[in-house]
């Protein structure tokens, strides 16, 4: 089985920098997912790690380390529309391609 | 948009019912995965279908069933309905185990 923590709720600021943190725990590993939700809306895909270090996309960037079963999303240069949730997921190994989600991250970013 | 639409978009039923939700995968994609998310939480991984086959399933009971149809659209069936199955249930379509693009989902409330 699989244990993914990640915070209930952040606030930042418009124009700051947030990181949001997810912790898992898990038998096998085959990578990690993040995606963003809006209230009402279907998550949609941000980014995906499987080798540790980080990957940048834009103003969203993700870090992986598998020895310490962390990975980081870090969100710049943040603006009004980026409020929302932000799920971390764990896809394990010999699980095809089912997800484990955590409980995400609810994100307001104030003016 | 991501290419996969899921119908109804809303749907009530009383307890004691049965429903079949609906997912048409983006085209090109294999693989469906149906989830589902109680408000305020993460999705939770329901069962996965690959070429008409079931490819993995999470912890739900037998009531909840499903099927892939040749061009890979997909069914959810919920038979026995309980007030707690009240949720978002969102389809995932791949190609394999590649990323998972996720339809608008189908609200189901149930009383």
């Known amino acids: 089985g699989q244990n993914i923590d990640q915070p209930t709720e952040m606030t930042a600021t418009e124009g700051a920098i947030v990181q949001i943190n997810c912790t898992y725990q898990?038998?096998?590993?085959?990578?990690l997912f993040w995606y963003q939700q809006h209230a009402g809306e279907a998550p949609t895909f941000l980014s995906y790690?499987?080798?540790?270090g980080l990957e940048e996309k834009g103003r969203f960037s993700s870090f992986l380390s598998r020895s310490k079963g962390y990975s980081y999303l870090l969100l710049k240069e943040l603006q009004m529309k980026d409020s929302a949730s932000y799920l971390c997921?764990?896809?394990?190994?010999?699980?095809?391609?089912?997800?484990?989600f955590g409980g995400g991250t609810r994100l307001m970013v104030k003016p | 948009e991501t290419g996969v639409t899921q119908s109804p978009t809303h749907l009530i039923k009383t307890r004691g019912q049965q429903v079949t939700l609906r997912c048409s995968s983006q085209?090109?994609?294999?693989?469906v995965s149906w989830y589902q998310q109680a408000l305020g939480q993460g999705p939770q991984f329901i069962f996965q279908?690959?070429?008409?086959?079931?490819?993995g399933r999470g912890n739900f009971p037998p009531r909840f069933s499903g099927l892939q149809f040749p061009n890979y659209s997909s069914e959810l069936n919920v038979n026995a309905l309980e007030l707690d199955d009240s949720a978002l249930y969102l389809c995932?379509?791949?190609?394999?185990?590649?990323?998972?693009?996720f339809g608008p989902g189908t609200r189901l409330t149930v009383l």
């Open positions: 898990t038998s096998g590993f085959n990578g």
């Open positions: 995932a379509s791949s190609l394999s185990n590649n990323e998972q693009f």
């Open positions: 790690n499987v080798l540790d």
């Open positions: 279908y690959y070429r008409e086959e079931e490819n």
């Open positions: 997921a764990v896809r394990e190994d010999n699980a095809g391609n089912m997800l484990t």
């Open positions: 085209s090109g994609h294999n693989t």
